[in-house]
């Protein structure tokens, strides 16, 4: 099975890249959707979340709300809250992966908007890096509800910068083109990693928790 890691920051086009992906039989695992799964009731980070930031959960689910206002407040706590909710994401992982081996799936996409921050690009075959011109960019993200300039300009500053992960990418995916032109990128992906020639140059290791 060929595990790639898809990534990119903010903005970029992941959710719509991804689908691309699934439509082509990929199978995806989502690093937010595990997150979402680990704060709902009887996830398994609701209560050491709860214990490191008392008051965040609500009816047996972590409030992201709540535990946003929490972040906000102290510059420490995005470190503490990664070394609860990144060891229980990767157990996860692992166990989904090794379900789709068993299942004889061919190809498997990682979505990890922190693919190289967590090192998780030395678990993966291959890398694609998802991106778009920053113009672009910021159109898509200001756009969205709630958002601000300021809390934009935030979120970059705890991502690796686009040139950099595009630097580290194998394979690269140009939201900004359009549609059509993002499939074809994904279809000449596919073809590639699935062709029993293609020689992977990463040597794939497990993430650390």
Known sequence: MIVLGL???????KSTTTALFADLGAVIWNADAAVHRLYAPGGAAVAPVGQAFPGVVVDGAVDRTRLA???????TAFRRLENIVHPLVAQGRRADLEA???AGVRLAVLDIPLLFETGGDRAV??????TAEAA???ERVLARPGMTRERFEAILARQTPD???RARAD???????GLEAARAQVEAIVATVLDPDWAPRRSRRSIPD
């Open 7 to 13: 990534t990119g920051s903010i903005g970029m086009g």
């Open 69 to 75: 206002q929490v972040l906000g407040r102290d510059e």
């Open 100 to 102: 789709a081996r068993r």
């Open 125 to 130: 075959d291959a890398v694609v890096v998802v």
């Open 136 to 138: 672009v960019q910021a």
């Open 163 to 165: 040139a950099e992960k």
């Open 171 to 177: 394979f690269i995916v140009d939201t900004g083109k």
